[in-house]
């Protein structure tokens, strides 16, 4: 069973900074990519930021030059620092990871529970 935790999420001032983290844990053989969406009241779910394994990363314009993902493969955990942050940052966060569990085996999409992210003053 494989498990995808988040972490870092809560309430900032509008120009302030959070780290969110995402663990997976299982039987778990590789991890491909990981990414971090998020999802407004009234909204749909978005891509906030995706890595490859090779370290290859994408963002939504609205968070380039303002967020940063990262991972580290080793502890199979991916980062999203979260700098400038602005009021329409608030939503939930929820990471994504692309998984097999064995060797040959085609991989799918797990996701987090989500962490809340608010933004304002």
């Known amino acids: 069973q494989v498990k995808l935790v988040e972490s870092g999420g809560g309430l900032v001032q509008p120009g302030g900074s959070l780290r969110l983290s995402c663990a997976a844990s299982?039987?778990?053989?590789?991890?491909?990519?990981m990414a971090w969406y998020r999802q407004a009241p009234g909204k749909q779910r978005e891509l906030v930021a995706s890595?490859?394994?090779?370290?290859?990363?994408n963002y939504a314009d609205s968070v380039k030059g303002r967020f940063a993902i990262s991972r580290d493969n080793a502890e199979n955990t991916v980062y999203l620092q979260m700098n400038s942050l602005r009021p329409e940052d608030t939503a939930a966060y929820y990471c994504?990871?692309?998984?097999?569990?064995?060797?040959?085996?085609?991989?799918?999409?797990?996701w987090g529970q989500g962490t809340q992210v608010t933004v304002s003053s």
């Open positions: 994504n990871a692309n998984i097999s569990l064995r060797l040959w085996d085609p991989s799918r999409a797990y």
């Open positions: 890595i490859t394994r090779s370290i290859n990363t």
């Open positions: 299982g039987n778990i053989f590789r991890i491909y990519t």
